[in-house]
């Protein structure tokens, strides 16, 4: 335990190294401007993060599995289709796009009950298993993609450009009116997810033992899966689309600690994320040039230590 705290010391002594370095090297253009704008990056770096660690550390537990995250379930690919069908249809100059309320409202609302809906009708632990639903998430998320692909040959140039940056998680250019919405939405998240903690310590032993040891297993795996939905929502409709910033974390996050407990699986989790995002953006500003994006930076590094971990798994099956 003392040596997870410390672990845990560590990592926020880097990340908030991380934050300073990021918010005072090289301010051109006068700090009083330059400073504030790259708080709010780091703010929203920071809800991102945590949002996207919590429901990764959190969906793995409930689907004992550390190859899936919440994205597996197509809550990603709603989020294009929203936006994609938005420009296709009313254009950019459309209320939905430029009030950054009322789109950054729908595409939650959207993808939360693209969820809602998957959960309710294919989710049942006492007849189905739970993959049933992972595999479902996936084909629909497949078929969503397809349907974003399809819009997007035919819709005007001019509009496909300015869906385009929507569609990849980008911090320079932060909806700060919306960052209190996002605040609030991931503290009333995390304080109701607090709860949960001691029930998924359990549950990591599997359902047959959380149920004999009194956890209400379902109640608290369609209480996880909805959780996740509204934290990988926020953080979406916030920045845009990481697919495998969660697989990252938490498998780090598993690996760096020695422990069961979530509330240590999570805080590490969270400040690995921190840091990644955080250190991916200073390279995308001060090594890249803004020659590409932080969502470019984590899918290919993501996508390599994807193939990673199934090869390990692999070699543990074999």
């Given at each position: 335990?003392?040596?997870?705290?410390?672990?845990?010391?560590?990592?926020?002594?880097?990340?908030?190294?991380?934050?300073?370095?990021?918010?005072?090297?090289?301010?051109?253009?006068?700090?009083?401007?330059?400073?504030?704008?790259?708080?709010?990056?780091?703010?929203?770096?920071?809800?991102?993060?945590t949002?996207?660690?919590?429901?990764?550390?959190?969906?793995?537990?409930?689907?004992?599995?550390?190859?899936?995250?919440?994205?597996?379930?197509?809550?990603?690919?709603?989020?294009?289709?929203?936006?994609?069908?938005?420009?296709?249809?009313?254009?950019?100059?459309?209320?939905?796009?430029?009030?950054?309320?009322?789109?950054?409202?729908?595409?939650?609302?959207?993808?939360?009950?693209?969820?809602?809906?998957?959960?309710?009708?294919?989710?049942?632990?006492?007849?189905?298993?739970?993959?049933?639903?992972?595999?479902?998430?996936?084909?629909?998320?497949?078929?969503?993609?397809?349907?974003?692909?399809?819009?997007?040959?035919?819709?005007?140039?001019?509009?496909?450009?300015?869906?385009?940056?929507?569609?990849?998680?980008?911090?320079?250019?932060?909806?700060?009116?919306?960052?209190?919405?996002?605040?609030?939405?991931?503290?009333?998240?995390?304080?109701?997810?607090?709860?949960?903690?001691?029930?998924?310590?359990?549950?990591?032993?599997?359902?047959?033992?959380?149920?004999?040891?009194?956890?209400?297993?379902d109640?608290?795996?369609?209480?996880?899966?909805?959780?996740?939905s509204?934290?990988?929502?926020?953080?979406?409709?916030?920045?845009?689309?990481?697919?495998?910033?969660?697989?990252?974390?938490?498998?780090?996050?598993?690996?760096?600690?020695?422990?069961?407990?979530?509330?240590?699986?999570?805080v590490?989790?969270?400040?690995?994320?921190?840091?990644?995002?955080?250190?991916?953006q200073?390279?995308?500003?001060?090594?890249?040039?803004?020659?590409?994006?932080?969502?470019?930076?984590?899918?290919?590094?993501?996508?390599?230590?994807?193939i990673?971990?199934?090869?390990?798994?692999?070699?543990?099956?074999?």
């Amino acid at each position: 335990m003392r040596k997870n705290r410390t672990k845990l010391i560590v990592l926020a002594v880097i990340a908030i190294i991380s934050i300073l370095l990021f918010c005072l090297y090289n301010i051109q253009g006068g700090f009083s401007y330059a400073f504030p704008k790259r708080v709010e990056r780091v703010l929203a770096m920071i809800i991102t993060g945590t949002a996207i660690a919590y429901a990764t550390v959190t969906f793995q537990t409930v689907t004992h599995n550390r190859l899936l995250t919440p994205s597996m379930m197509g809550v990603d690919s709603m989020y294009e289709v929203v936006q994609t069908v938005i420009f296709f249809f009313a254009g950019s100059a459309s209320i939905f796009v430029v009030s950054r309320y009322l789109n950054f409202g729908l595409s939650i609302v959207a993808m939360v009950i693209f969820a809602l809906i998957l959960y309710r009708f294919l989710f049942r632990a006492d007849k189905h298993p739970i993959f049933l639903l992972l595999l479902a998430g996936m084909i629909i998320g497949t078929l969503l993609g397809s349907l974003v692909t399809f819009l997007q040959v035919i819709i005007d140039p001019v509009e496909y450009e300015s869906l385009q940056s929507r569609l990849f998680a980008s911090f320079m250019n932060v909806k700060t009116e919306l960052l209190l919405i996002a605040i609030v939405i991931l503290v009333a998240s995390f304080i109701y997810g607090y709860r949960l903690l001691r029930d998924l310590d359990v549950m990591s032993l599997g359902r047959e033992n959380a149920i004999n040891l009194g956890v209400n297993y379902d109640k608290i795996v369609l209480k996880v899966l909805i959780l996740s939905s509204v934290l990988i929502a926020t953080s979406t409709a916030l920045v845009g689309p990481i697919t495998f910033l969660g697989l990252i974390v938490s498998n780090l996050a598993y690996q760096f600690f020695a422990t069961y407990k979530h509330s240590v699986l999570i805080v590490g989790a969270s400040l690995i994320s921190i840091i990644a995002l955080v250190g991916g953006q200073f390279l995308v500003l001060h090594v890249f040039q803004l020659s590409t994006t932080i969502s470019v930076i984590i899918n290919f590094i993501g996508g390599l230590y994807f193939i990673y971990l199934i090869l390990k798994e692999s070699r543990k099956a074999g």
